[in-house]
């Protein structure tokens, strides 16, 4: 049974930062992605990350202050998130794929197969 979950969401302070992470169980994936949904808005792209963990691709609003890893001994990865803004209050999800695709359609939610149950991010200002 493939599994994903996701913890380290919490209240943090704008300017702080807070440390998530997904295990995977069931299947290691080639692509591992992060998303988040804020109320009323679609599913947005954070993160991607290859199976090696050699290729990282990041959406504009969160690069340099976000940095996706993955330890695939763990089978988990991880979004280390600095600088937090209250826009980047969200439930934030990890999803993965068993095929690799390129870094435009990591983008995309539905190239996703699998997952998590999503965490909560809040960000006060």
């Known amino acids: 049974q493939v599994q994903l979950v996701e913890s380290g969401g919490g209240l943090e302070q704008a300017g702080g930062s807070l440390n998530l992470s997904c295990a995977a169980s069931?299947?290691?994936?080639?692509?591992m992605g992060w998303f988040r949904q804020a109320p009323g808005k679609d599913r947005d792209f954070v993160a991607a990350?290859?199976?090696?963990?050699?290729?990282?691709t990041y959406a504009d609003s969160v690069k340099g202050r976000f940095t996706m890893s993955r330890d695939n001994a763990k089978n988990t990865v991880y979004l280390q998130m600095n600088s937090l803004k209250p826009e980047d209050t969200a439930v934030y999800y990890c999803?993965?794929?068993?095929?690799?695709?390129?870094?435009?359609?990591?983008?995309?939610?539905?190239?996703?197969?699998?997952w998590g149950q999503g965490t909560q991010v809040t960000v006060s200002s």
């Open positions: 999803a993965g794929n068993r095929f690799y695709v390129n870094d435009v359609v990591v983008r995309f939610p539905r190239t996703y197969e699998y």
């Open positions: 990350i290859s199976g090696s963990g050699g290729s990282t």
């Open positions: 069931g299947h290691t994936f080639a692509i």
